[in-house]
């Protein structure tokens, strides 16, 4: 779990920038831990899904006065004489070989041994545990509680961001058309508090909408800048996911389909959307980039103080897109860097950890090799040794790599925790060890003496030397 952000560890922001910060902690707080729950649901899988555990529970409580163990016979039998193998010939006397007219024989005997008085409930509940295993996974419907759980996280967090917005500059909705009387406006002690409840009813009418309701009131009200991933076909239809298992029992409809404009409509239409964790996943990368995007376009317009904007920055690279990345989810970190305007940052420092993120995971991510370009065209001649670093790790010049990584660490510079912890130095950190295993000879001295020493390069910068990830 992540550390989770205290008021009081912050310095004096500007109010909107503080609650900006906490909604996105507590928003990715959130959604790590519906993730963390579908991991334990999935290394428990096997368990959830065992229908016939649960059929013989089932039976055991139902039935006390029938011989447990007539289950797993019964089961085993059933399975074969359903199986089209069952036909074949074979010596064996139990089992999917056994001839027909064998199991037909062990089936009788199986139901002679079930007491009279509930033999055909006994034997309904057996074929129904039988079926259900076939066509039902408990897992999946976990999945997709959980999904809905991820979207209902979104959902809170837009309509806190709202909230807070309009709040701060209501008149945002002042053109809204709505009127009061004197005997509506005196129920309240005070001006606030009617204006608070006049917001939080304007703030529900617009989330009974739909999610492209939300995104045209940020658009077209707000003034913020809506990336064009949050309106792709792609998210939409994780909305319209969602809309569907909660009001349809995870069935595509018409309006299912025409929302994600399916072009073979009629193999969709009808179809069961199932989650699984691949889904799962992809979805949750999908809506942190574009909430996180969303929050951070508030802050740009509507925090002025330069500080405070620094650290609002600081915050999505630090700790937004660095948890990302060191959860493996580097779709999610593609898609924020990808969307999110870095020329727009006050601090050149996080727009430059910021591309560096991004850079490792299209690394990583292994969806493109695009970013080698970028990162070769990158002059890293005036900066602090440490982005240095991270052009050559990202170019696989691991040799010279190593070599500066190894002065730094010495010096101080990168401290024990960051390198053993950031993402970047991952292949570094191996190739170091592979190094060592074969006995490679140490740094050649030549080359440690003609790299920049640690208090030189602090000196040049103005005596800081940045985190990995963090702004100094």
């Given at each position: 779990?992540?550390?989770?952000?205290?008021?009081s560890?912050?310095?004096?922001?500007?109010?909107?920038?503080?609650?900006?910060?906490?909604?996105?902690?507590?928003?990715?707080?959130?959604?790590?831990?519906?993730?963390?729950?579908?991991?334990?649901?999935?290394?428990?899988?096997?368990?959830?899904?065992?229908?016939?555990?649960?059929?013989?529970?089932?039976?055991?409580?139902?039935?006390?006065?029938?011989?447990?163990?007539?289950?797993?016979?019964?089961?085993?039998?059933?399975?074969?004489?359903?199986?089209?193998?069952?036909?074949?010939?074979?010596?064996?006397?139990?089992?999917?070989?056994?001839?027909?007219?064998?199991?037909?024989?062990?089936?009788?005997?199986?139901?002679?041994?079930?007491?009279?008085?509930?033999?055909?409930?006994?034997?309904?509940?057996?074929?129904?545990?039988?079926?259900?295993?076939?066509?039902?996974?408990?897992?999946?419907?976990?999945?997709?509680?959980?999904?809905?759980?991820?979207?209902?996280?979104?959902?809170?967090?837009?309509?806190?961001?709202?909230?807070?917005?309009?709040?701060?500059?209501?008149?945002?909705?002042?053109?809204?058309?709505?009127?009061?009387?004197?005997?509506?406006?005196?129920?309240?002690?005070?001006?606030?508090?009617?204006?608070?409840?006049?917001?939080?009813?304007?703030?529900?009418?617009?989330?009974?909408?739909s999610?492209?309701?939300?995104?045209?009131?940020?658009?077209?009200?707000?003034?913020?800048d809506?990336p064009?991933?949050?309106?792709?076909?792609?998210?939409?239809?994780?909305?319209?996911r969602?809309?569907?298992?909660?009001?349809?029992?995870?069935?595509?409809?018409?309006?299912?389909?025409?929302?994600i404009?399916?072009?073979?409509?009629?193999?969709?239409?009808?179809?069961?959307?199932?989650?699984?964790p691949?889904?799962l996943?992809?979805?949750?990368?999908?809506?942190?980039?574009?909430?996180?995007?969303?929050?951070?376009?508030?802050?740009?317009?509507?925090?002025?103080?330069?500080?405070?904007?620094?650290?609002?920055e600081?915050?999505?690279?630090?700790?937004?897109?660095?948890?990302?990345?060191?959860?493996?989810?580097?779709?999610?970190?593609?898609?924020?860097?990808n969307?999110?305007?870095?020329?727009?940052?006050?601090?050149?420092?996080?727009?430059?950890?910021?591309?560096?993120?991004?850079?490792?995971?299209?690394?990583y991510?292994?969806?493109?090799?695009?970013?080698?370009?970028?990162?070769?065209?990158?002059?890293?001649?005036?900066?602090?040794?440490?982005?240095?670093?991270?052009?050559?790790?990202?170019?696989?010049?691991?040799?010279?790599?190593?070599?500066?990584?190894?002065?730094?660490?010495?010096?101080?510079?990168?401290?024990?925790?960051?390198?053993?912890?950031?993402?970047?130095?991952?292949e570094?950190?191996?190739?170091?060890?592979?190094?060592?295993?074969?006995?490679?000879?140490?740094?050649?001295?030549g080359?440690?003496?003609?790299?920049?020493?640690?208090?030189?390069?602090?000196?040049?910068?103005?005596?800081?030397?940045?985190?990995?990830?963090r702004?100094?």
């Open positions: 779990m992540s550390k989770k952000i205290e008021t560890e912050m310095p004096e922001l500007d109010p909107l920038a503080m609650k900006l910060i906490y909604l996105l902690d507590r928003f990715q707080s959130n959604q790590e831990d519906l993730l963390y729950t579908s991991e334990f649901i999935l290394e428990r899988e096997a368990d959830i899904n065992d229908r016939k555990a649960r059929a013989k529970s089932d039976i055991k409580n139902n039935f006390p006065h029938v011989d447990p163990s007539l289950v797993d016979e019964g089961w085993d039998l059933v399975l074969s004489k359903l199986s089209p193998s069952s036909s074949s010939s074979a010596d064996n006397d139990q089992g999917e070989n056994a001839p027909r007219d064998q199991i037909d024989d062990d089936l009788a005997d199986f139901l002679s041994r079930i007491p009279k008085d509930c033999r055909g409930g006994y034997t309904r509940a057996l074929f129904k545990g039988i079926l259900d295993s076939k066509i039902k996974k408990s897992s999946s419907r976990l999945w997709a509680s959980i999904l809905t759980s991820i979207v209902a996280d979104f959902e809170v967090l837009i309509g806190n961001l709202m909230r807070e917005i309009i709040s701060k500059h209501p008149i945002i909705i002042s053109n809204s058309g709505t009127t009061y009387s004197w005997k509506e406006v005196a129920q309240f002690e005070t001006l606030e508090d009617f204006k608070d409840h006049q917001i939080n009813q304007y703030v529900d009418k617009l989330l009974f909408g999610y492209s309701d939300w995104l045209d009131f940020l658009d077209s009200k707000v003034h913020i809506v064009k991933l949050a309106r792709s076909s792609a998210v939409i239809e994780i909305f319209q969602r809309h569907m298992i909660v009001h349809n029992a995870g069935i595509a409809s018409k309006q299912y389909v025409s929302s404009g399916a072009d073979s409509a009629d193999e969709v239409l009808g179809r069961e959307l199932i989650v699984d691949a889904y996943i992809a979805a949750s990368n999908r809506v942190i980039a574009v909430g996180t995007c969303l929050a951070l376009n508030l802050g740009t317009k509507f925090v002025r103080d330069d500080r405070s904007r620094r650290y609002l600081s915050f999505v690279v630090s700790e937004v897109s660095y948890r990302l990345l060191h959860a493996g989810r580097f779709d999610a970190v593609t898609d924020l860097c969307i999110v305007d870095r020329s727009a940052f006050v601090s050149s420092d996080s727009a430059l950890r910021f591309a560096v993120n991004g850079w490792i995971a299209a690394k991510g292994g969806s493109s090799d695009s970013y080698i370009k970028d990162v070769r065209s990158w002059d890293t001649s005036a900066l602090n040794p440490v982005f240095q670093l991270a052009k050559l790790t990202l170019l696989d010049e691991l040799d010279e790599a190593l070599k500066m990584s190894s002065v730094l660490r010495k010096s101080g510079v990168i401290k024990l925790h960051h390198w053993l912890t950031w993402p970047l130095f991952k570094l950190r191996e190739y170091e060890r592979t190094r060592a295993e074969s006995d490679a000879p140490s740094l050649d001295q080359t440690v003496a003609q790299l920049p020493l640690a208090e030189e390069s602090m000196a040049s910068s103005g005596g800081q030397m940045p985190s990995p990830h702004e100094s």
